[in-house]
């Protein structure tokens, strides 16, 4: 008879396709993997509110300013949702945000690239959040019940935000040169670093395995890769838009594109630190987290003088 | 001055009110004290955007040259903006930021109220979904002034400069001119005289109840419905309006 709480049970549930629940017996790593990588999908939709808030006291219409503003408050949604999921693992908000601040919990690399013109924005939506959703949909079936139903309500908006971000990508390439231009430079320089987004090539991703079979990982970093590459070159040339790699070839008999090799060094120095935004990033969640510190402060107090006066009147 | 002309000029107030309230709200994306308050935040300023959109379309429909509200937002050079002063003013701290909430949300709070009754249809239905979302703006705007003023000393110390600081721009929210009267005549605009007791009231209420003081009558800053602004305005506008004025034949 298996121990309710003994890891060959554990992974017999994994492996009959049962989902882990908050209060059920877990390994100690399959807690720590966890709460690394929900903690980084958190922070990155939080970061992710910095190169788009970049942009929203200069969107060029009313209705494009509209759809970003709640395009943001989506993604802030999302890493509410998320540090909520990540605190039924027994790590509290606090020590979340504090771990960011460190450097010890990191966030999508992707976020440490700055967006430069309008055409970003339509970059982000399209690319980064298309190579986000391939990645999402997979982690819908992944083995921890509160990341999968996270992971479910997630889905749903990120695909509108893809669209969008085509939408924005689309119009501007039917438009003036400088928009065509400005969609174009967008395009390469939010290219590589997207395909970057699914991480190291299977061969050198050290924590895949365990992660395949714990069954938080449904799908390798490569098969993943290969699902984004394959769905949006066919968009990019709907819209007139040039790919930024020479290698790339269509495979007739796989029916998947063939790339050139990705720059693995540049993935390494931004993962160290040295990106273009790096620093800013940081700083700017440092600065606004501290700033607002007697706020919580504050509301604290509050919280506590009207409890106690409360009990006193109880 | 014809019904339909001070109609026009009312309700590009009103959207100039709302698109640089709205501005201003934006600049806070990712900067709150905490992600449900960023949320919150952003959430008034895409109400404020919205509500922008929908009276500059209606404006552009009245002035009848054929503009859209993007036009009226977008092209206008600053002494054509009517907004309030207080819409205007940098955010500051986060005192700064609910002490401008408080005022104007109690403020929208009655007139949105009152103007759904206005005879201009359109102007009524804006205002009726208007009404639902300040309330709510409103309501943030209290919880705040009164967590913040009865929370510590420096969240007190922070509300009370901020109150004194934004007084000076709160009476112009009540001056009327031509238009207002024109149009109140018409059934169409709200009288603002009636309003000014209930304002003051509701801000009494609310800033005893978070200990604080009520601001000293003071001297009244005063121009923005002549067009005349603070220096904040040109900011916002070189920023607001930066696409769309370097590259004028582009579709966005």
């Known amino acids: ?314 | 001055m014809t019904t339909k002309e001070a109609t026009f000029t009312y309700t590009l107030r009103l959207g100039d009110d709302a698109l640089i309230l709205g501005h201003r709200l934006s600049e806070l994306c990712s900067k709150a004290p905490f992600i449900e308050e960023d949320l919150a935040l952003t959430n008034i300023a895409l109400d404020m955007i919205g509500r922008a959109q929908a009276m500059l379309s209606h404006a552009a429909e009245l002035e009848g040259k054929g503009k859209t509200a993007d036009d009226l937002a977008y092209r206008r050079p600053e002494i054509n903006y009517y907004n309030h002063l207080i819409t205007e003013q940098p955010n500051g701290d986060f005192a700064h930021t609910i002490v401008r909430q408080l005022y104007l949300s109690a403020f929208e709070f009655l007139f949105y109220c009152e103007l759904e009754k206005s005879k201009d249809e359109t102007l009524a239905a804006i205002a009726k979904k208007a009404s639902k979302e300040v309330q709510y703006h409103w309501q943030h705007a209290m919880d705040w002034t009164i967590r913040l003023g009865d929370g510590t000393g420096e969240s007190k110390r922070r509300m009370q400069i901020a109150l004194y600081e934004l007084w000076m721009y709160t009476g112009e929210l009540f001056e009327m001119d031509a238009v207002d009267e024109t149009l109140i005549k018409a059934g169409i605009a709200v009288d603002l005289t009636s309003l000014k007791t209930q304002w003051l009231n509701l801000i009494k209420n609310t800033v005893t109840e978070a200990t604080l003081l009520m601001p000293d009558d003071t001297y009244m800053q005063s121009g923005s419905r002549k067009g005349i602004h603070s220096e904040h305005l040109g900011h916002i506008l070189s920023e607001l309006q930066y696409l769309q004025r370097a590259y004028p034949d582009a579709i966005w």
């Not at chain 1, 958190?42 to 494009?64: C, D, F, K």
């Not at chain 1, 509209?66 to 509290?92: F, N, P, R, V, W």
């Not at chain 1, 066919?234 to 063939?258: F, R």
């Not at chain 1, 402060?297 to 409890?307: C, P, S």
């Open chain 1, 1 to 314: 008879m298996h121990n309710e709480h003994s890891d060959s049970n554990f992974q017999s549930r994994i492996d009959k396709g049962e989902h882990i629940e908050a209060r059920d017996y877990m390994p100690e790593n399959y807690r720590k993997h966890l709460i690394r990588q929900m903690s980084q999908h958190a922070h990155s939709e939080v970061i992710g509110m910095q190169p788009e808030g970049n942009w929203i006291t200069r969107a060029p219409s009313l209705r494009s300013k509209q759809i970003l503003l709640a395009k943001i408050q989506d993604e802030g949604g999302h890493g509410l949702y998320l540090y909520s999921a990540a605190e039924t693992l027994g790590i509290s908000r606090q020590e979340l945000i504090q771990s960011l601040h460190s450097g010890k919990a990191k966030y999508s690399n992707i976020f440490n690239y700055p967006a430069l013109n309008w055409a970003d924005i339509g970059a982000i939506g399209w690319l980064v959040d298309g190579a986000a959703i391939v990645n999402q949909v997979s982690l819908q079936r992944t083995s921890y019940g509160p990341y999968s139903r996270a992971m479910v309500r997630i889905c749903k908006e990120e695909s509108f935000h893809q669209r969008q971000g085509y939408e924005i990508m689309a119009k501007m390439m039917k438009g003036t040169k400088d928009q065509q231009a400005m969609a174009q430079d967008a395009m390469n320089r939010w290219w590589w670093p997207s395909l970057m987004m699914f991480g190291p090539h299977d061969t050198d991703s050290p924590r895949s395995s365990d992660a395949v079979k714990w069954r938080i990982k449904r799908e390798t970093n490569d098969e993943l890769r290969q699902k984004f590459i394959d769905k949006t070159i066919p968009q990019a040339e709907l819209i007139g838009l040039k790919v930024p790699d020479d290698k790339i070839k269509l495979d007739e008999k796989t029916g998947h594109y063939k790339i050139g090799e990705i720059n693995w060094e540049e993935f390494q120095r931004v993962v160290a630190g040295h990106g273009p935004c790096n620093k800013q990033r940081l700083d700017h969640h440092k600065l606004y987290f501290n700033q607002g510190a007697w706020v919580r402060e504050a509301a604290e107090a509050y919280k506590q003088k009207h409890l106690k006066q409360e009990m006193q009147t109880i």
